[in-house]
Every structure is written in C-alpha cells, then in structure tokens.
C-alpha cells in the first residue's frame, strides 16, 4: 500500500527556500572542504562572498584529438563581429606579422643559388567594419611557396593566397636578408665576403601591383673641402695635414618595372659606378695606399653622393620611380651630414620617420 502525504509532494515556498539556503550557508562556513565535498561540492557555491576555483585536470592530455566539430566549436574573438570593435570604427592600412623567419633559396646572377635566412613580413589592409584577422594564415599561406627558389613571381603567388584567405583589398610583403657576394681587393688580388642588406617588397594598393627592392650600400666618403685644406697647408706651409674621411651608407630604393630581371648585384653594381669608394673587405698594405688614392680621386659631399646615385639610376630602364637617402657619418662633426632624394611617386612623402637616419648605421 502506498501512502501519499500531501506535505512531502508540496513544493516549498520562496520563503522555506531562502531560509533552508541560509542555514546551508551557515554550516558551509563552518565547515572544512572535506566535509563540504563529503555532502555535495557544489555546497562550495553556496558560500556567500567566495568563488570556488574549479577543480581542474593539471596534466597535459597527450592523447586528446581535436576532430572537426571541436574546432568549429572553438572562440575566435580576432574574427569575430563588428560589435566587438574596440575605438574609432576605421580602415587599418597595414595590420599583420613582422619578422617571422625561414630559409629562402635566392638564384644568383652567375646561375647559382643561395640559401639565406629571411625576415618577412606580411601585412594587409582591415576594413572598417572587420574585427581583425587571422594573422597565422599569412605564414601558412608564405610557408606553401618557401620551398621555391626566390622570384617576384612566387612571392605574388603567396600575397595572392593569403589576400584571398583574408578577404582583404590590399596587401603587402617584404622580405630582408643579408646577400653575400665576394670582392676582388683593389690591388693585393686578395678576395673577401661583403655582406649586402637588401630588402624586396611587393605591394598591392588599389588593384595595382609594384616590385620594390632595397639596399643598403656602404662607403666611404672623403670631404672635398677637407682635402683642398689639407692640400693648401701642405703646398703654402709645408704642413702635413690629413683630409676627414668617414663611413657612409646609401640606402637605395628602387621600382623595379614590369618584368624585366633586376639582379641584387646589378644594383650593386650600379652604386659602384656612382660611388666607386665601397669599403673593402680584404686589405693588404698595395689595397691601403690604393683605397687613399681612390678616395682621393673621389671626393663627394652627401649632396654629391644622392645626385650620382640618381644619375645612374635614372638611366637604367628597369628602374622606375626610386629613392637615395644618404648619410655621412661625420668624423669631424658630432653629427652627421645627411641627403634625401626621391624621383616619382612612390617614395613622395611630406614626413620623415624620426628614427629613419639612425637606422643608417652599420656596424662592421
């Protein structure tokens, strides 16, 4: 026989509710976490102005498999909706990842090949209305072509993967290595590695496409008006006097126009033809006096050295709009004497970065 009683089926009222929740609350507080657990660890939840730490799994699972419906399950806050923008609600020009590093085979103008750790970043253009990116498929989209030799047409090939995986307008990568090519020494025959910063961009902006290449070219420039002192006072005085000399370094920029095939050691090249005072790498005492005789022949303000730089590049098709930025880092001043030239549009700009000079120097 079953007995039904009524008081027990009755569901309690707010009131019995609050004030059973009281008294569970009075003895949680007075009780140890043993004996908490020993009743119901959710009891824990219960005490006012404590939150419980949950009781986590501190050992790394090794044998847990993300399968599909995990992953599609996971928070993607970078690229999420637009209501999680944070300020002003604006395109972002450049947003991704700067110097992430792999090996990159570069073909060399002689037919060979070299293989060089590269710096590369990747960046594109965010929409006003978009959160953010996932800035990981920019290296997985580079790393899917870094197994190909080097030319400008692999690296469109992974700027059009990762514009396309991003959904983005315009998109950029540059990618900075050091380029070694040996140097005969000016008179010993001796041969040495001079080590070359060169940096290649491929910009997209507006559907448009430019192949933008950089270089840093090291010098050594001897003052004009130095030397003409120092001749005087030998030749009205009979006083030896020595003419100031320093290490300066050219950055070149450069469009490369359409296809054509412009090689790291044909820009090289170039600057030597228009500052033939590179420094050297191998010296013998022959290389010494022949490097004063060189520079003795080739005294050049920094005024001087931008002109001569524009003038050879100007003259070679392949180049379109380009840049010179100059720096002779002074011996006789505390301060260096600088030049910046620019032909096109490309290179235009109203500002200087104010660090820009200071990145000019390079240490041997």
């Avoid at 010098?219 to 002192?229: A, F, K, N, R």
């Avoid at 490369?256 to 191998?282: H, I, K, N, S, Y």
Wanted: hydrophobic share 40%; aromatic share 8%.
């Amino acid at each position: 026989m079953n007995i039904h009683t009524p008081e027990i089926e009755r569901k309690p009222t707010r009131q019995e509710a609050e004030a059973a929740l009281a008294v569970l609350r009075q003895w949680a507080d007075r009780s140890s976490d043993a004996e908490i657990a020993a009743l119901d660890p959710s009891v824990a939840n219960l005490m006012q102005g404590q939150v419980p730490y949950p009781q986590l799994r501190r050992d790394y699972p090794h044998d847990f498999v993300v399968d599909a419906a995990y992953k599609a399950g996971l928070p993607d806050l970078q690229n999420g909706p637009s209501s999680l923008i944070k300020g002003a609600r604006r395109q972002i020009q450049h947003v991704g990842i700067s110097n992430f590093r792999l090996p990159i085979r570069f073909l060399t103008r002689d037919n060979g090949e070299v293989t060089l750790e590269t710096s590369v970043t990747g960046t594109v253009s965010l929409e006003a209305e978009k959160k953010g990116i996932n800035m990981s498929r920019i290296m997985r989209s580079f790393y899917n072509h870094a197994e190909r030799s080097f030319s400008f047409r692999v690296v469109e090939a992974a700027l059009d993967d990762y514009k396309s995986d991003l959904e983005s307008l315009d998109a950029r990568i540059q990618m900075r290595f050091s380029f070694p090519m040996k140097v005969m020494s000016l008179r010993s025959g001796l041969q040495g590695y001079q080590y070359y910063d060169i940096a290649l961009e491929l910009v997209e902006r507006g559907g448009a496409r430019k192949k933008i290449m950089h270089l840093d070219y090291v010098y050594s420039s001897t003052c004009p008006c130095s030397l003409e002192l120092s001749e005087h006072a030998r030749r009205v005085r009979g006083q030896l006097a020595t003419p100031h000399s320093q290490r300066s370094v050219a950055r070149i920029s450069v469009e490369v126009l359409g296809d054509a095939r412009l090689w790291f050691e044909d820009l090289v090249d170039l600057c030597r033809g228009a500052v033939p005072t590179e420094t050297q790498v191998m010296v013998k005492r022959e290389d010494e006096q022949a490097f004063a005789e060189l520079n003795a022949a080739n005294p050049i303000f920094v005024e001087d050295a931008a002109r001569s730089f524009c003038d050879v590049l100007q003259r070679d098709p392949r180049v379109g709009d380009f840049r010179v930025i100059a720096s002779h880092q002074e011996s006789l001043h505390s301060h260096d004497a600088v030049s910046v030239l620019t032909e096109g549009e490309t290179f235009a700009a109203e500002s200087l970065d104010p660090k820009l000079f200071n990145t000019l120097f390079h240490v041997g």
